[in-house]
């Protein structure tokens, strides 16, 4: 048996939903889901038992609270729309990805250099990949997928 991390209540290990909150069982941090004992929410381990207390990645609007790596994107821009918006105005195709302020120093940079389009472009490769998978940081530079 668990013990559900929002309430403490006992729980089956298959359970969807806490019987006695209606929670995911892992979705809080108030308890230890192997003894059950009241831990501090910022805790990553049990004071009681000396398990590693499960984390979940909490979401605050569209900024993951937990920083690069943060929740899955429900959304991914398709590949014909990040070229056009390149094309039109990289700006707005940055900020397909709430990213744009960054687009528009990116924009800056290009003009004010001139090879600053092609690292720039590269940058906004590696955005529509990693996109594809979880949603970015605002001021998130050349991303890893």
């Known amino acids: ?8 209540n006992e729980v089956s290990d298959k359970a969807v939903a806490c019987t006695g909150c209606g929670v995911k069982p892992n979705d809080g941090n108030q308890f230890c889901q192997e003894c059950g004992k009241e831990t501090n929410p910022k805790a990553i381990m049990c004071v009681a038992c000396g398990v590693n207390l ?4 909490p979401v605050i609007g ?16 398709g590949v014909g729309d ?6 039109c105005c990289m700006p707005i ?10 687009g528009w120093l ?5 003009l004010l250099t001139g090879f600053g389009g092609i690292v720039c472009l590269v940058d906004y490769i590696l955005c ?3 996109q594809k998978k979880r949603k970015l ?9």
Not at 82 to 87: G, M, P, Q
Not at 93 to 102: E, M
Not at 106 to 110: D, E, F, G, P
């Open 93 to 102: 195709g940055f900020s397909q990805w709430n990213q744009a302020a960054k």
């Open 106 to 110: 990116w924009l800056i940079i290009t």
């Open 54 to 57: 499960k984390k979940i990645n």
């Open 82 to 87: 990040a070229i056009l918006w390149w094309l």
């Open 128 to 130: 529509y990949q990693a």
């Open 1 to 8: 048996m668990a013990y559900c991390r929002t309430c403490g």
């Open 137 to 145: 940081d605002e001021w998130e530079f050349f991303p890893s997928a």
């Open 62 to 77: 569209n900024v993951s609270v937990g920083g690069s790596g943060g929740a899955p994107n429900d959304k991914p821009v």
